[in-house]
């Protein structure tokens, strides 16, 4: 573990926000550091790397954060706490199917795509909110606990703080429909742009090269 890095972040956060610990690409060993640091939550994008991991101490919750195929739904439900990457209702289907068989309620965050200049869409439009998450919102075995999203991939800080006011602005629209109680989770800001992210009122960061490399 980078122990400096480690604990700006921590500091950083706060009371305000948690650390979710992007282990993606990371081995045990460097998984291991910050379980033994205290850290819990970690996140994985890949479910093949994930069900490599799954040995390790069993208190970890596991977050899905990457893109989700349908296919591998069913191999990772086991293990994963909450899947911030819903992004379809296709996809919110599967994982109520697969959570059914196994008497599960699923945690999971609806992703938006907010930076509309990137090519690289992942996410669900946002001029379709309402009607999406209240989709989402009638399977039995899904907990739809709030929103995930991506900053625009671009050094300028303003436009960033533009992009994540707005997703801020979208998660008070949802707690004022659903409360405050069922829609409690803001995930966004990674390792480039988590100060700001946690300025727009993030309550999740998802940190992973700045807590395993140095600078
Ligand atoms: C990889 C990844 C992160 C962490 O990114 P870093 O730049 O390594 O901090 C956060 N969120 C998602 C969805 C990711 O895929």
């Not at 460097?30 to 490599?52: K, T, W």
């Not at 996809?91 to 196994?102: G, P, R, S, V």
Request: hydrophobic content about 35%; some cysteine; overall charge negative.
């Amino acid at each position: 573990m980078i122990q400096a890095h480690y604990e700006k972040v921590k500091k950083a956060c706060d009371e305000q926000a948690r650390l979710c610990v992007v282990s993606k690409k990371r081995s045990k060993e460097e998984i291991m550091s910050y379980y033994d640091a205290g850290e819990r939550i970690f996140g994985e994008n890949h479910a093949q790397e994930l069900l490599g991991k799954i040995d390790l101490p069993a208190d970890i919750q596991w977050q899905f954060i990457g893109h989700l195929q349908r296919n591998k739904v069913k191999s990772i439900v086991p293990y994963v706490s909450c899947i911030q990457s819903l992004d379809s209702l296709e996809l919110a289907k599967e994982i109520d199917k697969q959570c059914a068989k196994l008497n599960k309620t699923m945690d999971v965050l609806c992703e938006f795509h907010m930076a509309d200049e990137d090519e690289n869409k992942s996410g669900h439009d946002p001029a379709d909110v309402d009607a999406f998450v209240k989709s989402c919102m009638q399977f039995a075995h899904l907990n739809v606990c709030g929103i995930m999203a991506m900053g625009p991939h671009t050094n300028d800080t303003e436009r960033i703080r533009d992009v994540f006011m707005k997703t801020h602005a979208l998660y008070v629209h949802l707690q004022s429909l659903y409360g405050a109680s069922q829609i409690h989770t803001l995930s966004m800001g990674m390792s480039s742009d988590y100060e700001i992210a946690l300025a727009c009122g993030s309550n999740m960061v998802r940190v992973g090269t700045y807590l395993f490399k140095e600078d």
